[in-house]
């Protein structure tokens, strides 16, 4: 079983900044893509940021240009830097990645449980 362990969610105000971190645990051969989905109240889950092991990044419009994602191969960890943060930026961030077990298995797909992100004056 792959295990995803996020931290670094909280309230911040309007203009201010968080960074996510989210590492992978397990039996594990390899990564490929890592990524940052969210959910607001009342709406469904969205795309904010993917990263695959090659560093190639995929970013939501609503977040281009404020929120970095990166990523450490040798640790299994995604981060995500958020900056200038906005009201409607308040959601559950999950974090996901897909993963291999041994080389001839499929990819499958794990989540996080979820954090917090709240901005508001």
């Known amino acids: 079983q792959v295990q995803l362990v996020e931290s670094g969610g909280g309230l911040v105000q309007p203009g201010g900044s968080l960074r996510l971190s989210c590492a992978a645990s397990g039996s594990i051969f390899g990564i490929n893509a890592m990524g940052w989905y969210r959910q607001a109240p009342g709406k469904q889950r969205e795309l904010v940021a993917t990263i695959t092991s090659g560093g190639s990044i995929n970013y939501a419009d609503s977040v281009k240009g404020r929120f970095t994602i990166s990523r450490d191969n040798a640790k299994n960890t995604v981060y995500l830097q958020m900056n200038s943060l906005k009201p409607e930026d308040t959601a559950v961030y999950y974090c996901?990645?897909?993963?291999?077990?041994?080389?001839?298995?499929?990819?499958?797909?794990?989540w996080g449980q979820g954090t917090q992100v709240t901005v508001s004056s």
């Open positions: 996901n990645a897909e993963a291999k077990k041994l080389p001839w298995s499929r990819w499958d797909n794990y």
